[in-house]
């Protein structure tokens, strides 16, 4: 009996599907589709990239390559984009070139040609090539349109008081790539490390070439004299700034100590004045003098109050 008891305890009722815990594969199709998606993203995660850097002057031609692009790559699907900043272009998509790049590039399986480049061109050029089994490679190209500098502009304060912090600027937009700075002082360049030179050792600034700026902490005595800064980036001849003068000088305490006697002086004087004006009794009050009315007898006012009947 025990036995059969058992027996009919392992047995399970037919035609009863098993139900299963733990996982839940959703409607029929969910499952080849996310087989589908983890296949793209592994294509995407095994893509190869490629970046070099290339420079050219401005107005002159230039030949992008897109290294992704392989002879092997049979009926591949070639894009080209364009990224400055946070803006990004199309180039080259569907099989064509964009409106905008229409009439100024030339596009080839291995690479894209622009006739002639501006400074407004300079950024990433990514090539996007999609071969069988979405296999994806990609190259890019960082463009570096060359700009010479123009003239900088110098800011340079007239006057500075020994002791105190004096900040120098100089700044020029045009350039590409961006330009480096030099300052000179009375035509003489100034070393990044004043301790350096035996004409500036004297002195306590600091010196970048990236920004162009110039502190002199604190201003010496000796840092009087004409500046004016340079601004170079390999393309073209360096250009320089106006001349300006800063005169450093000591703190005027003489001077501070005596306008501060002549102000206590003046205060006195107009309080004595007014001291004097009141005992002399020019702010004291006029008296004013009220005159009685007359006295009218009985029989005038009785003869003024008829006409008023």
């Given at each position: 009996?025990?036995g059969?008891e058992?027996?009919r ?8 599907p ?6 839940h594969?959703?409607?029929?199709g969910?499952?080849?589709r996310?087989?589908l998606?983890l296949?793209?993203?592994?294509a ?6 490629t ?5 050219v002057?401005e ?8 290294a992704?692009?392989?002879s ?6 070639i ?12 180039i080259?998509?569907?099989?064509e070139?964009?409106?905008s790049?229409?009439d100024r590039v030339q596009?080839?399986?291995?690479s894209?040609?622009?006739?002639s480049?501006?400074r407004e061109?300079?950024?990433?050029y990514i090539c ?11 190259s890019?190209?960082?463009?570096i349109?060359?700009v010479?500098?123009g003239?900088?502009l ?6 500075a ?9 100089c700044s ?8 480096t700075f ?13 301790k ?14 990236r920004?162009?700026e ?8 000796w840092?009087t004299?004409?500046?004016?800064c340079e601004?170079?980036n390999?393309v073209?001849?360096?250009?320089k700034s106006?001349v300006f003068?800063?005169e ?5 305490v003489g001077?501070i100590v005596?306008?501060?006697v ?12 007014v001291?004097?004006a ?8 006029k008296?004013v003098?009220?005159?009685q009315?007359?006295r009218?007898?009985?029989?005038e006012?009785k ?6 009947v």
């Amino acid at each position: 009996m025990a036995g059969a008891e058992r027996g009919r305890h392992r047995e399970r009722p037919r035609g009863r599907p098993r139900e299963h815990r733990g996982h839940h594969w959703g409607p029929p199709g969910a499952g080849l589709r996310l087989l589908l998606l983890l296949g793209g993203l592994a294509a995407l995660a095994a893509a190869q990239v490629t970046s070099e850097d290339q420079e050219v002057p401005e107005h002159k031609p230039v030949e992008l390559r897109c290294a992704a692009f392989r002879s092997s790559s049979g009926s591949a699907r070639i894009e080209w984009k364009f990224q400055k900043g946070s803006s990004l272009t199309l180039i080259y998509y569907g099989g064509e070139l964009t409106e905008s790049y229409r009439d100024r590039v030339q596009f080839s399986p291995t690479s894209i040609r622009f006739g002639s480049v501006t400074r407004e061109d300079s950024g990433k050029y990514i090539c996007e090539v999609v071969g069988d089994g979405s296999h994806i490679a990609k190259s890019e190209v960082n463009l570096i349109v060359q700009v010479p500098p123009g003239k900088p502009l110098a800011h340079v304060p007239s006057s500075a008081t020994v002791g105190a912090r004096a900040v120098l600027r100089c700044s020029e937009a045009q350039g590409s790539p961006p330009p480096t700075f030099r300052w000179y002082k009375d035509g003489t360049e100034l070393p990044q490390d004043p301790k350096s030179s035996p004409a500036f050792r004297n002195s306590s600034y600091s010196l970048d070439p990236r920004t162009g700026e110039l502190v002199f902490e604190p201003v010496g005595g000796w840092d009087t004299g004409d500046y004016h800064c340079e601004a170079s980036n390999n393309v073209g001849s360096p250009q320089k700034s106006d001349v300006f003068r800063m005169e450093a000088s000591e703190v005027n305490v003489g001077g501070i100590v005596a306008a501060v006697v002549l102000l206590l002086l003046f205060l006195g004087l107009a309080a004595f004045g007014v001291w004097f004006a009141y005992r002399r009794g020019y702010f004291s009050r006029k008296k004013v003098i009220y005159s009685q009315p007359s006295r009218r007898s009985e029989s005038e006012f009785k003869q003024t109050s008829s006409f008023l009947v």
